[in-house]
């Protein structure tokens, strides 16, 4: 295989779609099949991935801060354009990592408090400067052209494309994601395999498998389509003409894939209807209310908290439903704060810290902490450098991964040097990323369950970031 | 358990048109929108709500109400050592109607059992009852060094006609009695905190004072920071901000004060608020609770005042009746004097006012729209306090009228007088023969004449239309001209077909006009249509929609109204008022699919929603271009103020050494405006390198490069009336810098440029290079940039593959878009980005017509999307507004509604991309996209069948039942409902353009053959019979995958 492997998917696709097309044992669902026939029986017990996915590319220079002298200076002086948007030491909050960052000394969004104590407990990490990555990259070979880069970096739509899906090479058209691929291996475990991709969130590329497909959910989980349980302007007898509607066979492929989602959604809503849990009593607690400390005080808007919230009420339903693997998708939008930054990554960070405080404690009290890993990922990081009311497109960025199996309390990755000129920077503090998304991913899907022969095939760059390429915060 | 939600609720409105069924069903229908209101706890504001934050089941229209039950405070703090707190929850909104509201607490850093006790309940109102009503919490003093503890009080399951206000809990503040210790004697040093969380003041008051207080001890020199923070209010116009520090010496436990100046800069009415926060404290002093006051302050500060508890003024149409009621407080044993432009109780011109025993009133329209001015005013006052008063608009509109009847039916060729019976029709009423205006001799409010000279055989499409103010039209009817028709240049089929992709939905007598006519002549009146602008009618919405009614000079008025307002309510109606009943459809589509892809949202919460009439200047922008020239499309949309502040070219600073250029707009009007990403051929395929790869159309310092062109923009701030205001460059540009201003008109015009704040480094981009400059020419710059962009390559292939994707076909093959490039390149006269011919040539192109080619290849097509699914719904049907407004609200709810709402994208990205591969598809397979598809899913192809159920099946009572304005009276189909075949036919004509499968046609005639025709003689029970038959036939249409298919 070619080392810096940019064309495979297309490769893949093209075998995919003739087995689609009607092929019985196709090179790849061969080989998809062996894959499977080698994979260990899974450990007892129930795991799960939640990937929060904050939309628009959170700015990660002020989610973590290093306050040591020389990079705090570095700090201040990038962002002092813009009025407030560099924090003053005594607003950051101070977290000590347990392995030493070369000196650096670090201090946390002060709107985190909850991922402050969270860490402090050894439930959270933070990644260093994590990003889309073909292969280990530096300055000069950016600028000389001289390694494979991902397309269209800095593009808001390639870029959370290349997060999502399992190779960076950022085509718009490519449709499977690493979440997905985790899937195709794991769903066979399920006793509901098409509850195994859960998006809170609508389509997401995260989820895309070859052989899975997602389901989108909504807060109440799936509403069913009215007409096919009551009557229709008062005649009891149309739901059944409603239904046979619905299941026309159609030759044209928008019409037959539009009927495709209507009837996976009749079939999934009655699964999972008579399974999920309650919001509030009796089931999954609602999200606290909390105002913004900061003028004029708005109350804290609650929504990625119910998204959370939502997650657990079908975690809960695991056992009823049979599962043992599961993948979820939440969408945090709001981070592409080119202007006006100072109050709306405020009112993110309020949000955030408010529901991973949440979703811990609610984890915690269904006894699955240790079973539930949650992790963020964005489209990027932004730059360093202002443009006086906020930061632009950058590249690498820092994450945050939680949850009771999570090696917590510590940085992975090394601390990024920041600072004109530096040598990991392209411009105006746009980070080259020292892991890459495949490192990070392969991560948590050897936690998941996947064996290293299946992680090589979700990942044909991996094997470019060394022969131990995976990090070591799963426990 | 869904079935007992929605039994006897579905068609209850049909009940009350059709009485002879029984009438116990009435009662029955109105116990169960209580019951269905304490089951969803859905918001039900002024407008359906069941969006994607809110929980609405399926098919649960919410009760249009406005009035909210909320907290009246988000916050409380209540010492250790008080027995008990008590919250105050308010009912807002009027009393109208009976409700209940249950609550709970929940635990914090504060604990059940030991801190407090957790408590339940419910509160109930009467109807009439507006009164505040109370929630006490016993609290326990422990005797520990806990701190302070909170812990939350949350109202929830709302029963009844109020919903939740935006206050639905509070979080309670126990504050510790038990000090710690912070100095070396060892006694407590003491806490710091506001005596109260809130103050209020008179603004014209020289001051406010706020009490700071010590308590828990007194040991030792302590003192604590503070300062100023804004609210609404802002410091340096109403309020001088100050900040300073608070001293306490050993011992002292005496309360200070900060005393914050107020100035009478600005003048403002209504209330404004800023806050003073407490910070750092030093000497072992520990910040207590409060340690944040808000202070309040009102533009009249008298004892009495009076409020018209109806958050918004009404759109209404003539003799339509509507509630109003006030509250007075200070003086509540005080009667309140209505009066309609300053008339006591209205008049006959005006309209009546009338009593009712709960106290409220009820507003009558009068039998004809009020002249001059159909603009009213509202006024209620206290009879013993006249200076207590409060305002509201009422908007009177022309009724809804009904075409019966013609006579003849049928006639011989030549001329002929037809007799149009029906209801409501005015002197002024507009008559169209297949869509085509034609005059008409008003004989009574139910009959009109026209003479009509008809030579030609076949068959015409008569409509009937009240004009504006609320513009309504009647259904259409059939005139038969004897004799073979002559052979059309299109088949009604085509014809419908071709409306499908040009417009937002086909009509009955669109069909039979383009038909008559062809598809040139056709193109050729829509390009002489003139553009309707959105402004004046978003301009009339605020003042509707937003009291206090802002006089024509009140400067501080109408900008808070203009320029703060956060009210998307007029754009989303002028959009549909527009896209159902106007006749300039081709623009509209286009300008439509341009909107698609030139993204521009006020999607809830985001900065364009602070200047609603601004935002309307968008959508008039991409209309009147549509059919000009892209160039110009190109620089009205980047000058555009509310581009500029969505993609933050606005107030961008080219000089500033520590900052670099913002990036936002230069990216983005590159990858997704004009050229995108890579290096396309002129058919639209991807170039690729001799390795096989893509090739990028611009890297990241062709970013920076024209970042640097886009500095030193800001909002143009119109010289004079009605704030005489002088521009002045160093104030305006910075206005530009804040998003809002304090000026009246600016967020109208164009954005202009600030030479001093425009980057005069050198600027490379796209192979250009601006040489550095000791001057700046920011339009000169500009004009580089964007000639260049036009003249680029990629733009052509670019843009008409969009266009073609949004108009007819999510895949069209390389020839087709390399014919319409060819078109966009010279249009034949030299003239390049000319907008008409690239329509023409998109929309007359043989992949475009040619439907036997398409209905035969399985790929041709796209998804229709669900906005254009409902609009083709409402068009088809002459759907009507009760209203006038097409109050639809907010559509894009996607567990309720139709999942996307035009200008109203979740980003820059719209609803869906132009490459998006479905998964795991017959489409992914076969290498083909399907754009719409990214937003379709499980949850959204739901809430659009439980959306369409309640739109098709609505009617006139609908928006008073239950919030739904729009509805048809489908005058048209009723006639054809006894013969299901022909109802099928006609429907399957205009929604699916004569395509429909005779498999689904079987399965629909199935549901229309189950409605059995009654023989009782009873008319009631054949309406019933007859129009069941029609909505069940169109919904079933518009819930088949079939029609989400535009092939």
Redesign the interface.
Known sequence: MNKFDRSRRAFLRSFSYTSLAGMSASPFLLRMQALAAQTPQPASGYRALVCIFQGGGNDGHNLLVATDQTSFNAYTQARAAAPGLAFSSGQLLSVSPKTPQFGHTFGLNPYLSGLQSLFENGKLAFIANAGTLIAPTTKTQYNANSVPLPLSLFSHANQSNEWQSIAANGNLTDYRGWGGSFADQLQGQNSTPVLTCISTGGNALFLAGESTTQVSVSQNGLTPISGLYNDIYGQTGASSSLASVLETSEANLFAKEYEAVLQRSVKVQTQLASAILPAGPGGVANPPASLDSVAPFKAIDTTLATSLQTVARIIGARTSLGMTRQIFFVFHNGYDTHDGEVTTHRARMNELNLALTYFDQVLTTMGLENDVTTFTSSDFGRTLTSNSDGTDHGWGNHHIVMGGAVKGGDIYGQWPIIGSDQQNDVGYGRLIPGISVEQYAGTLGKWLGLSQTQLNSAFPNLANFGSNPLLGFMG | M??S???GY??GS?WLNFPSLPVLRFPLLLAMVFSLASLSGCGAGRFLQCG??S?C???ITPVATSQTIQMQS??YSVAESANSVVLTVTRVGGSVGATSVAYST?N?TAVSGTAFTGTTGTLSWADGDGAAKTITIAITDQQLTQGSQAF?V?LNSPVGIATLG??????VTILDNDASSGNSSGNPAGFVQFASSSYSASATAASVALTVTRTNGTSGAISVQYRT????AAAGSVYRATTGNLNWADGDGASKTITVPLLAQTPFTGTE???V?LGDTTGGGSLGNPS?S?VTLSSTNGPVSLTIDNQRGIRIRVTNSSKFSATITGAPSSSINWTLNGVLNGNAQLGTITPNSDGSITYTAPAVVPTPNNVLILTATSATSPVATDSREIVVLNPIPTLTGITPQTTNPGSVTVNLTGLNFLPTALFYVNGTATPVTWVSPTQLTASLSLNTPGNYLLQVANPDPGYSATGEVDLMVNGTPPATPLTPQAASRFLDQATFGTTSGDIQHLSNIGYQAWLNEQFALPNVSHVPYIDQELQVDVPPICAANDVKCNTALYQTTNDNDGIAQSFFIQAVTGQDQLRQRVAYSLSQFLVISNNN?S?TMQQPRGFGTYLDVLENDSFGNFRKLLEDVTLNAQMGQF??TL???GQ?A???????YA?EVM?LFTIG?YQLNADGTNKLDGS???I?TFG?AD??GLASVFTGFSYNVPAGAPDNYTPNDSVDWSNG?S?VGSMVGFELLPMKSYASHHATSAKSFLGVTIPASSSSDPNGDLKIALDTLFNHPNLPPFVCKQLIQHMVT?NPSPAYVARVTKVFQDDGTGVRGNMQAVISAILLDPEATNAAAAYSN??????RESLIRYLEWARAFSAQSYTGGFEIGSPEG???GLGEMALRS????NWF?P?Y??????????????PE???????????Y??YM?DAV?ADSSSFNNYGLDVFSTYSAELPLASDPQKLLDHINLLLLAGSM?A??QQ??L??IN??VIPNNGVQNDLNYALI?RV??AV??TV????F??Q?
């Open positions: 869904y079935k939600r929605r039994s579905a068609h049909l994607a934050s929980t089941p399926s098919g988000a916050t929940s914090s939350t949350t935006t206050v639905s809990s509070a979080i923070v804004d609210g609404t608020n800023f806050a926060i944040t808000v919460g900065a993609l933050s107030g961008n600073e500033n520590a900052a670099h250029a913002d990036e936002n990216r990858q990403l096989g790869n893509l990028p990241n970013v920076e810098s998003n999510s399985p790929q041709a097509g796209k998804v996607r567990q309720y979740p980003s820059v990205f991309q490459g591969v479905p998964p795991n598809t017959s489409i992914s397979a076969a290498g083909l996209v399907s598809l990214q937003m379709t899913d499980v949850v959204s192809v739901v809430g069948i439980n159920e099946g499968s498999d689904l399965r629909i199935t549901a189950s409605v069941t909505r069940l919904f079933l819930s088949s995958p079939e989400a298919a092939i």
